[in-house]
């Protein structure tokens, strides 16, 4: 039996993890999701003084308070900036870190020096949906539904780092192979023998379009 937990990409929330959590559980598996302040369920707090710090503390305090020890943490896209930050405060919680087409930051960046654009006002608005991003409209529309700005400090927030991610004995990176996104963050990790490489045909919502092939690699991490 391993321990999950995951942190879901921006504008989503737990709800983008259900068909994986749903299939680790089965498999016998524990599997902590939770969303982001700010976001899904909890978007009725999105005015509030939102910040990268205040994500990090989401994660953190899901391991605390649910006692964990030897966790698999996966990180989604932006989650990728969390889980490097959670590994700052929690490395001795964690067995293996997963980043799933995700941003491994360095120190002192943001968010908004990768967009490469100056963010203001209180949220960041969803993107638009990419035609034939989803296999079918009603799933595209599902996801426009239940997405939801973004608290625009978790992106402004500069990330302090001592590298101690790099200390995890288990490091994997998933890439999916079906747009142009991460493939750079992947490129020198290939080569890298401390870490494991592996390839989705499919676009940037893994959990949403592969959620059998993602529980597979997930339970080899």
Known sequence: MTIFVVVHGAWTGAWDWDRVAKRLRA???????????????RSHLALLPITLS????????????????????????YGGFVATGVAERALERIAAIVYLDA??????????????????????????????EYATKAETDRVAALATPQPTGTFIERLELTG???????????????????????????NDPAWSVHELPCGHDVPLLMPDELADLLERA
């Open 164 to 190: 101690a991610y790099l200390k995890i004995a288990r490091k994997s990176f998933i890439l999916a192979t079906g747009w142009d996104g991460f493939g750079s963050v992947a490129a020198p990790l290939r």
């Open 54 to 77: 205040t994500h990090i503390d989401d994660i953190v305090n899901e391991m605390i308070w649910h006692e964990l020890t030897d966790v698999v943490l996966v990180a989604h896209s």
């Open 27 to 41: 498999a016998g598996h524990d599997v902590y999701v939770p969303t982001l302040s700010g976001l899904g369920e």
């Open 103 to 132: 941003f491994i930051p360095e120190d002192g960046q943001s968010f908004e020096d990768i967009m490469g654009e100056k963010l203001t006002g209180p949220v960041v608005p969803v993107p638009e949906i990419g035609d034939g």
